[in-house]
């Protein structure tokens, strides 16, 4: 009696198994082995769903604790990752015959050959050791080799006439493959025949997945990317009318998981959607979603060029594949994710993508008084955090100007070709330009030039509801100035409210509200103090701030404010006094906001941006270092002037010890001197005058018995 007719399903919930997942810190590993950890073990198996829900960051959770489902382990591709809490082992550097040991260990044996063509040798001498050692393998183990669909790229239709009928498992023994693919068949051929003959103990299958999206993105991610930088258009390979057979990575992660629990006879097993979505769709709804929507089609040839396209990306998105997953549809129990496909569920993608790769828009609004120094404090935050700066004017501008440029548009068509046709949705968006245009120069030319309220909140929504702001998010600059305009954060009818029935659009509403402080005479001494070129063409002149000032403090009392209407919603303002701050730039105010907010949302600095401030790092230690070396220089200068100056001292002082000593013993030599010319040199010199007169042989006696003879003393 087989393992699966000895135990029931009550029992395989409560039973602990081991899986094995080579490179568990790339993409698709680490996805689907995160996916594997929190599934109960049979779970597949019973007559009820298993049991799921969305946690509130998008990722999917089960019900229950950890105990009964899958155990982790693996290798990884970089040694240097750290391992999550879901994988229970990481195998770093092991050579094959631990690895074996590992092997033998786990009841499922997982290896994904997609995306690492070093694997395949890896994943067949796996199956192939188990294969050779079955008496080593006390219960029945399963290996799951996860493949491409790419090794059915070249398969000539079933039937030449109908081309259109999909492929499905059934078509598996006439698949061609790639030709950069061929290895990957090869592997496939090799497990499904290691198989047939160990089935008791040693059963394999092939799953042959679809091109994987979802969470943080891998194959898709450049796309993705791309758009949320907010690109003005997006390339596709070649005419993109090719069909990409796809599976959302966590559905793929559920086929494994059946496999894992019911072990079916079927060995071959391809994953997919339903979608029959092409290339050029993909690309499209991406844009829609996410940028201007706006897609460019480029030669093949062209778009190897991109250094960032890999030749096994290159292969997958040129892929032009119907294919039908039959058997996973008729014989699988999947919570599908995005069943339907990439296309049909964008909305979602998108949004799992952001919240995986924390992309969550930042949305932040900074008020205050007239001259207290919004603008310099939001400009350097949007700097830091690369958001969006929305300040009134340049949205005013930037409106009129694209309902100019529309009717100028549909005026240059008339005047080209009266026969020519404009669409019906293109001819209704001119005819409400228009009428918006001739509605703002109405309106300005009735109050003064200004816009009244209505106008300008449909402007700033339109502005904040847009693909950039949406993606990286914005700084509201000094808007709204009333409580009026405050309704420009209220939710549209069409809107779901907050869950608190508070009426907001969560879509718009900041995060984080500042409100700069400051008293009227430190505003106009700041502002006297502006340079007049600053000055000058603005409001900002004596006369034209103080109406500001005082129009301002009209409409905010204490009372009745702006920043009343975010205290309703629960979203406090934080005040901060601009009067303390005596910093350049207001740095000191940017620091207590940038503590406030904390890390950006983004990517962080991108490649030419890295340059930049490696660049600038190389040339402040080049400035650095050459301010060391002249100072250096200067301070050898010094000591070199220093030590001549003292040495010129000490020659000096040197002179005047050995002056001082010689007049010292010129001094003391005096006495001396006076008593050898008195007593002893006029007979000392007639001596030696007579012995040089008489040569004696012995002159030194000559000279004694002279001096003997002659001396006065002795008279």
Not at 381 to 402: A, R
Not at 418 to 446: H, P, S, T, Y
């Amino acid at each position: 009696m087989s393992r699966k007719d000895e135990t029931s399903p009550a029992d395989e919930l409560v039973t602990s198994k081991r899986v094995f997942i080579n490179h568990v810190d790339q993409y698709n590993g680490l996805n689907i082995s995160k996916y594997l950890s929190g599934c109960v073990i049979g779970a597949t198996l019973d007559e009820e769903e298993n049991e799921e829900k969305r946690s509130d960051d998008g990722e999917l959770s089960f019900i229950g604790s950890k105990e009964g489902c899958y155990e982790i382990i693996g290798t990884v591709k970089d040694d240097m990752a750290l391992k999550p809490d879901f994988v229970l082992e990481f195998i770093n550097s092991a050579t094959k015959d631990d690895l074996y040991e590992y092997l033998l260990s786990c009841d499922i044996i997982l290896y994904d050959i997609t995306r690492d063509v070093k694997q395949i040798d890896e994943a067949v001498w796996a199956v192939s050791e188990l294969q050779a050692d079955l008496e080593k393998i006390s219960t029945p183990k399963i290996f799951i080799l996860i493949s491409s669909v790419l090794t059915w790229a070249k398969t000539k239709p079933t039937d030449a006439d109908e081309p259109e009928i999909p492929f499905t498992e059934e078509d598996y023994r006439r698949r061609k493959s790639h030709p950069n693919f061929k290895e990957q068949l090869s592997a496939e051929k090799t497990v499904i025949k290691l198989g047939k003959a160990t089935k008791k103990k040693l059963n394999t299958y092939v799953v042959a997945s679809g091109l994987i999206y979802g969470i943080g993105e891998d194959i898709f991610h450049d796309l993705f990317k791309r758009a949320w930088h907010n690109e003005s258009h997006l390339t596709c390979l070649g005419n993109g009318t090719n069909i990409v057979p796809t599976i959302h990575i966590k559905d793929l992660a559920a086929i494994i998981q059946n496999i894992a629990d019911s072990a079916p006879t079927v060995k071959y097993i391809i994953a997919k959607d339903d979608s029959m979505n092409t290339l050029q769709e993909i690309v499209k709804n991406i844009s829609q979603m996410m940028t201007t929507g706006k897609v460019v089609n480029v030669k093949s040839e062209e778009s190897l060029l991109d250094k960032l396209l890999t030749q096994l990306d290159f292969d997958m998105l040129q892929v032009d594949l119907l294919m039908d997953a039959v058997f996973i549809k008729d014989n699988m129990k999947i919570n599908w994710v995005a069943e339907t496909g990439l296309v049909e569920n964008i909305s979602e993608i998108v949004k799992e993508y952001k919240i995986h790769r924390k992309l969550l828009p930042l949305r932040v609004c900074v008020l205050g008084p007239p001259g207290v120094g919004k603008s310099t404090v939001v400009e350097q935050l949007c700097h830091h955090y690369k958001l969006h700066h929305v300040k009134v004017k340049d949205v005013i501008d930037e409106y009129i100007q694209s309902l100019i440029e529309l009717e100028q548009h549909a005026n240059s068509i008339n005047e080209q070709s009266e026969e020519q046709e404009i669409d019906e949705e293109e001819e209704l968006r001119i005819q409400d330009a228009v009428a918006k245009l001739e509605e703002i120069n109405e309106c300005r030319e009735q109050n003064n030039q200004r816009l009244d309220d209505n106008l300008l909140i449909m402007m700033m929504k339109e502005k904040l509801l847009s693909k950039p702001c949406q993606n990286q998010g914005f700084i509201l600059d000094g808007f709204p100035k009333t409580f009026e305009q405050s309704k420009l954060f209220e939710a549209d009818e069409e809107e779901e409210v907050d869950e608190k029935d508070i009426n907001y659009n969560k879509n718009i509403m900041p995060e984080f509200i500042f409100s700069l402080e400051a008293n009227d005479e430190f505003l106009h001494k700041r502002n006297i103090n502006l340079p007049e070129s600053v000055v000058a063409g603005t409001h900002n002149t004596e006369e034209g701030f103080t109406r500001r000032l005082t129009e301002f403090r009209r409409i905010n009392t204490e009372d009745n404010t702006v920043l009343n209407y975010f205290d309703e919603l629960e979203f406090h303002p934080i005040k901060i006094d601009v009067m303390k701050d005596t910093s350049e730039m207001m740095n000191d105010t940017v620091q207590k906001i940038k503590e406030i907010i904390k890390n950006p949302r983004n990517y962080g600095p991108t490649k030419e941006e890295l340059e930049q401030i490696q660049l600038a790092e190389e040339r402040e230690l080049h400035k650095k270092k050459e301010e060391e070396r002249i100072l250096k220089e200067k301070l050898e200068m010094e000591e070199e002037a220093e030590r001549k100056v003292k040495e010129k001292e000490w020659a000096n002082k040197l002179f005047e010890v050995k002056q001082q000593e010689f007049e010292q013993l010129e001094a003391r030599s005096i006495p001396l001197r006076n008593y050898l010319m008195k007593h002893v040199m006029p007979t000392l010199s007639k001596g030696l005058i007579d012995c040089c007169k008489v040569r004696p042989d012995d002159p030194v006696d000559y000279l004694a018995e002279y001096l003997f003879k002659n001396n006065p003393q002795i008279d």
